[in-house]
């Protein structure tokens, strides 16, 4: 597998991602084949969709101030969190726990990080259908079938720093599928699942970086996946929260409290 970083301008309200793309991948003379994938950071989507809010312009609540106060956020940026947030659990200094989208992410995946002096990105709105109309223009302008992932950075529990995680894919298979199969023993594996997207968003997150690298794209050769013209995908990658070791766990600990 090769991964290409791709350097762009920064990307503006309103902009043709698309377009922008191809033109960064022409510069840079890289040429797309088919099967090839397309690493996008989520940041460059929510920018191109307008989710960029001047903090200044958010009016916080109490329970804002209430929650800005316990975690050392601002007021503004703490209204934010609890409008997109579909649940907000505990949190550190500088980071609330919170269920976005049916990810566990710090504040709801709102970042002031690269974003203009008094600003705040937010997550991407839509995805599937934005990676369904974005996937059929890098398609058409290329003239070859490339599938795309959405990359944002994620936490692991009890690991320091952030790794990639994939906010959504089109093109293949997110997960491979190991239920059933045998092992070098012959036993039959029960649960395990590979991430595959997963595994991706992290090789491309490594290039990407998380300062003013200007790379928020990667193209990725030869990548080790299942691809399906038909998969557009993101609530697929999810579990139930019953299944889920980390949240069943903790649940059971009472080691996560509604903020009030």
Known sequence: MQLYPVRTRIVRPGD???????????????EV????????????????????????EV????????????????????????LEAGEVYGGVKKAVLTLKDSVITPNAGIDSKNAPVGSAVLWPENLVEWLRFFRGEINRRTGKRVAVIVVDSGLI????????????????????????????????????????????????????GEAAEKTPVVLIKDAPVDFDDNVHASEEMMMPFRDCIFMNACKGKRCLEQEG
Not at 18 to 29: W, Y
Not at 36 to 53: H, N, P, Y
Not at 164 to 174: D, E, I, K
Request: aromatic share 4%.
């Open 16 to 30: 043709d991602l698309a377009e922008l793309v191809h033109e960064a991948l022409g510069k840079q003379q890289l």
């Open 157 to 208: 529990p009890l690991r320091i720093g952030t790794v990639g995680l994939a906010l959504a894919v089109a093109g293949f298979n997110p997960i491979r599928e190991w239920r059933g199969r045998k092992d070098l023993y012959g036993r039959t594996i029960l649960i395990t699942r590979h991430a595959v997207a997963d595994d991706l968003a992290s090789a491309a997150h490594l290039l990407m």
């Open 33 to 56: 084949e088919n099967n090839d994938v397309l690493a996008l950071a989520s940041k460059i989507v929510s920018c191109a969709q307008g989710r960029v809010v001047k903090l200044s």
């Open 59 to 82: 009016k916080p609540s109490e329970k804002a101030r209430r929650l800005a106060k316990k975690y050392s956020l601002e007021p503004g940026f703490a209204e934010l969190v609890l």
